[in-house]
């Protein structure tokens, strides 16, 4: 007679030896527990752009991996998860000591997740709420909360042998218009991200990424002119400052961004640039060659030429309603639009890309690579004196080259048509071209002592039309503070410029003005005064201390020329009284 | 920050690049709302003829409707080709003395074009008329597109679902979408 535990190892072999000729190997811990490997690929459909950027091609689909999501194998009973792990670059995965004979289902979260120091952390979340409203009361879930996205199998049976499942993310395309779930959208925005991330890390191996969600739904539309993201009415694909969150659109019968990686990659950039580097972009809308304010021509500008080395690839497709040819494209190779200038988005983004790349073109012979521009984004420039520009960059980084790589710097400036060479600073001390608005432009920074004397600044809105968008080049003003003593200051501004009532007379007939003072160099702001709409109040305010051996920075603007329901007689130009005086 | 304070401030990045201007009273309330640039809002990149529109009174069922534009290439003095479009016949149809495309003449002074579109709305909803702007560069065309948004009457958006939510293991909710196996 045998002991007990003899004929059942003896069992056990047994299985393991058949198990092992059918090429699933349970394992047996030699007590008598058997356990199985559940393992496979994870995988989404990308559809890729037809050729000119005309719309998407669901004919040249391509299966790609799943990279670096959290995969977990959950009890189809109870829900409770048994396991998880990630996959890896290629989409395979593996769990090991599994039970054999439960059942399982396996679930792809859309999140990339490592809590180590470097880690990064994002999460793809649908911010589309039915039947709700940002504006409800009570208040809707916080966006950080709204579900995220999972790719969800069947529930399967571990049986008594290693199990394999592969699982797709599908586009939910029927040859005509999406039927069935949109399953490979959130991992396709995934996957940029996780591209996105690699790129930085191949030159930056200790980058660490703060947290980033990024929003998508099917019903992410242009809307109305209203802003909602839980009613999925928020404009266009962007990105939230405020939130680290990227917006992306998802209405297929408007517009769709999941698949037009270069887009939603650009935006990324913006995240690259907020929480990596820095940037005094106010946002709002533009378009190529337009002549915009210097923080958003820069941020726009590096967002273009940083997606742009992402995806190795200079153009840009921009795909409107799928099963259309609706789209368009542009490249930052060789294009030019607009007058060229620090306040083109499109000089910024060329210029930034032909310091990258290795093709030759007239005032490009020569490459940095990504090394220096990125030292000098994460560096000197987010650590600047004055607002994040193409000065404050350009000058930084000419600051940390050899005299050759300066050389194919200072070309690629003339080229656009900005200051450049040793008449270069980040105050734009030197630089003439005013983009043709011949008022309210120069100084770009204009000096002021804060001693209580006041200095009179205007802002005009002439290249601006009926949007209002209030980001064009003389709709803001920068100030450079000087502070005599260390001392917290009484902040004035005032309207000079009269604002006769319209024939219609509210509150949107008179100025609005705004000042946000930084601290440049430490990445602080110090106070803002954006006082209500409806009650017109000029801002006047107390600042925190400042010092005297620092140098502060302010940005004016008049709100008017972002408020789109502004009087349409509202004066094209405003002047205002600025004073900061030290308290007694 | 606050979850109120970051909805107004998103709220007001983009009224402020609300490009209609339907004189709706809830809409206009709606975008009393303050900007704020240290929370800013970006926004895609558009091609280089700026589009913006105007949508002239209240958009009836049945009634012509009149949409002014404001065109502006930023290439210079070109001609500008602009398409209008509606993918949905059912939804609204261009009038009979509309051209589905028209041309905008070179010409060399600066400024944006006024155009003006005359259509009729057939159903009651959230009705898009696509607006394509098109000039040819060396290389090709680049255009700018954008789909103007028309609310007839007070009929709801049309939601689309896509999956379910759920609960994953700790409560929180999952956007469930089912995956192809093999």
Redesign the interface.
């Known amino acids: 007679m045998t002991a007990p535990g003899t004929g059942r190892a003896t069992l056990f072999a047994c299985v393991f030896l058949l198990l092992g000729a059918c090429g699933g190997s349970a394992s047996s811990d030699g007590g008598g527990v058997n356990t199985v490997v559940v393992s496979g690929t994870v995988s989404y459909e990308f559809v890729p752009t037809n050729a000119?950027c005309n719309g998407l091609d669901f004919s040249a689909i391509e299966v790609r991996p799943i990279r670096g999501a959290t995969v977990q194998l959950?009890d189809a009973a109870s829900?409770?998860?048994i396991a998880r792990t990630t996959s890896t670059a290629t989409g395979t995965f593996s769990i090991p000591d599994i039970q054999p004979n439960i059942m399982v289902q396996?679930?792809?979260?859309a999140e990339l997740k490592d809590s180590n120091l470097p880690g990064w952390d994002v999460e793809v979340?649908?911010n589309f709420i039915?039947g709700a409203s940002?504006?409800d009361d009570p208040?809707p879930p916080?966006?950080s909360?709204?579900?995220?996205?999972?790719?969800?199998?069947?529930s399967f049976d571990t049986g008594t042998s290693n199990v394999q499942?592969?699982?797709?993310?599908?586009t939910?395309w029927d040859g005509a218009r999406y039927s069935e779930?949109?399953?490979a959208a959130?991992f396709a925005l995934l996957d940029t991200a996780y591209t996105s991330m690699q790129f930085v890390r191949g030159f930056d191996a200790s980058a660490n990424f703060a947290p980033l969600d990024m929003f998508w739904?099917?019903?992410n539309t242009?809307?109305?002119?209203?802003?909602?993201?839980t009613a999925g009415e928020?404009?266009?694909?962007?990105?939230?400052?405020?939130?680290d969150a990227l917006?992306v659109l998802g209405?297929?019968?408007?517009?769709t961004?999941e698949f037009d990686g270069h887009?939603v990659a650009?935006?990324w950039g913006?995240y690259f640039e907020d929480v990596l580097a820095r940037s005094?972009?106010?946002?709002?809308?533009?378009?190529?060659?337009?002549s915009l304010d210097a923080a958003v021509a820069f941020?726009?500008g590096f967002?273009?030429a940083l997606a742009s080395m992402i995806q190795n690839e200079p153009i840009?497709c921009?795909t409107?309603?799928p099963g259309?040819s609706?789209?368009?494209?542009?490249t930052v190779e060789g294009?030019s639009?607009?007058?060229r200038g620090w306040f083109n988005?499109v000089s910024v983004a060329t210029l930034i890309w032909d310091l990258w790349d290795t093709a030759d073109d007239p005032g490009d012979t020569g490459s940095l690579g990504f090394r220096p521009i990125y030292d000098t984004m994460v560096g000197p420039h987010a650590m600047s004196e004055s607002f994040a520009t193409l000065f404050s960059f350009a000058t930084e980084l000419r600051a940390s080259l050899n005299a050759q790589d300066a050389a194919l710097l200072d070309a690629l400036l003339n080229r656009e048509e900005v200051v450049a060479g040793a008449d270069l600073d980040i105050w734009a001390a030197s630089e003439t071209n005013d983009a043709?608005v011949t008022q309210d432009v120069f100084p770009l920074y204009v000096p002021y002592t804060a001693d209580g004397s006041v200095t009179n600044v205007c802002v005009n809105n002439v290249l601006d039309?009926?949007?209002?968008?209030?980001n064009n080049v003389g709709e803001n003003r920068y100030l450079r503070i000087t502070v005599p003593v260390d001392d917290e200051y009484d902040v004035n501004v005032v309207t000079t410029t009269a604002t006769p009532p319209s024939a219609d007379p509210d509150d949107r007939d008179y100025s609005d003005p705004?000042i946000?003072i930084y601290h440049g160099s430490v990445l602080e702001?110090i106070a803002?005064a954006?006082?209500?709409?409806?009650q017109n109040m000029e801002p006047t305010f107390r600042t925190p201390m400042l010092l005297a051996s620092q140098t502060y920075v302010a940005?004016v603007?008049e709100?008017r020329f972002?408020?789109?329901?502004a009087s349409t007689t509202f004066p094209q130009r405003i002047c205002f009284d600025v004073s900061l005086t030290p308290t007694p | 920050?606050n979850?109120?304070?970051?909805?107004i401030?998103?709220?007001s990045?983009?009224?402020?690049?609300?490009?209609?201007?339907?004189t709706d009273a809830g809409?206009?309330a709606?975008?009393?709302?303050?900007?704020?640039?240290?929370?800013?809002?970006?926004?895609?990149?558009?091609?280089?003829?700026?589009i913006?529109?105007?949508i002239i009174g209240t958009p009836i069922l049945g009634q012509p409707l009149a949409i002014?534009l404001?065109v502006?290439s930023?290439?210079g003095p070109q001609a500008i080709t602009l398409s209008y479009r509606v993918?949905?016949s059912t939804a609204m149809e261009l009038m009979e003395s509309q051209p589905a495309e028209t041309t905008i003449a070179a010409s060399s002074a600066?400024g944006?074009s006024l155009q003006q579109i005359r259509l009729v709305p057939l159903r009651e909803g959230?009705l898009?008329l696509?607006v394509?702007a098109?000039v040819d560069?060396?290389g090709?065309t680049?255009?700018?597109?954008?789909?103007i948004?028309i609310?007839v009457g007070t009929a709801v958006r049309q939601?689309?679902?896509?999956?379910v939510?759920t609960t994953?293991?700790d409560g929180?909710?999952?956007?469930?979408?089912?995956?192809?196996?093999?």
């Open positions: 000119g959950i829900g409770t998860e396996l679930r792809v979260r979340r649908d039915a940002d504006l208040a916080s966006l909360t709204r579900a995220l996205y999972a790719l969800n199998s069947a499942h592969n699982l797709t993310a599908t939910g779930p949109r399953a959130p739904s099917v019903n242009p809307g109305n002119g209203l802003f909602d993201i928020i404009g266009t694909s962007g990105y939230l400052q405020s939130d917006l209405d297929a019968a408007i517009d961004d887009v650009h935006e913006h005094n972009s106010e946002g709002g809308p533009h378009f190529l060659g337009e941020s726009e967002a273009e840009n921009d409107l309603v259309t609706g789209g368009s494209g542009f294009n639009f607009g007058r988005e043709g039309g009926f949007a209002r968008h209030g705004d946000v702001e803002r954006g006082t209500d709409v409806a940005f603007e709100w972002q408020d789109a329901l | 920050m979850r109120t304070t970051l909805l401030l998103a709220l990045v983009l009224a402020a690049c609300g490009d209609g201007t339907d809409q206009a709606d975008q009393d709302i303050k900007s704020d640039g240290a929370s800013a809002m970006t926004a895609k990149p558009q091609g280089p003829v700026s913006e529109y105007r002014d404001e502006t930023t290439i993918n949905d600066e944006p959230r898009f696509n394509s098109s560069i060396d090709g680049v255009s700018t597109s954008m789909a948004p609310e939601i689309e679902e896509n999956g939510i994953d293991e929180n909710p999952i956007h469930s979408l089912p995956a192809s196996e093999n």
